[in-house]
């Protein structure tokens, strides 16, 4: 399928927020449901970009049975739950596979889905609508300052 059409597919579906069930620590901004290339029964999310400092890499990369794919697993920045992976090498299979160019994978059962609203807050945000990543992490910092500005964070003993 070229590439173009790869992108007209997704471009009508919603954007969502994810944030993990485990701690309700926020994830993704920028979310789209997916299934797994591989196995079609599995539900994930995916993104292009998950905000800074919300997930990290666990471990070594590895391959799965499926494909020749190098992933790394993420886990949650906030409790450390394990939520999903990312695919640090894509194969040549799963790129020439219809696919929507995001290599950051969440688990369905471990996110927390809600609906993304477009600026003006009426409207649900698709895919052909989203501001690009440089310009919607800057609206995530600044709406990060402003929340910082009215509910100051406090530092927090975590015990694990």
């Not at 993704?28 to 994930?44: F, H, P, Q, V």
């Not at 666990?58 to 391959?63: A, I």
Request: proline share 6%; hydrophobic share 30%; with cysteine.
């Amino acid at each position: 399928m070229p590439r173009y059409a790869q992108t007209q597919t997704f471009f009508h579906k919603r954007v969502v927020k994810l944030e993990c069930k485990h701690c309700m620590n926020i994830l993704c901004w920028r979310g789209m449901r997916a299934i797994l290339l591989a196995d079609t029964s599995i539900e994930l999310y995916s993104t292009d970009l998950p905000p800074p400092n919300a997930v990290e890499m666990s471990g070594d990369d590895y391959c799965t049975s499926n494909c020749d794919c190098h992933i790394r697993d993420l886990v949650c920045a906030g409790c450390g739950n394990q939520v999903g992976y990312h695919v640090t090498l894509p194969c040549r299979n799963c790129m020439e596979s219809c696919n929507n160019g995001h290599f950051w994978m969440f688990h369905a059962p471990e996110c927390h889905e809600s609906e993304r609203m477009d600026d003006s807050g009426s409207k649900l945000l698709i895919w052909g609508k989203l501001p690009p990543t440089h310009e919607d992490l800057q609206k995530l910092k600044e709406k990060t300052s402003k929340k910082r500005s009215i509910f100051p964070l406090y530092p927090v003993e975590c015990i694990r």
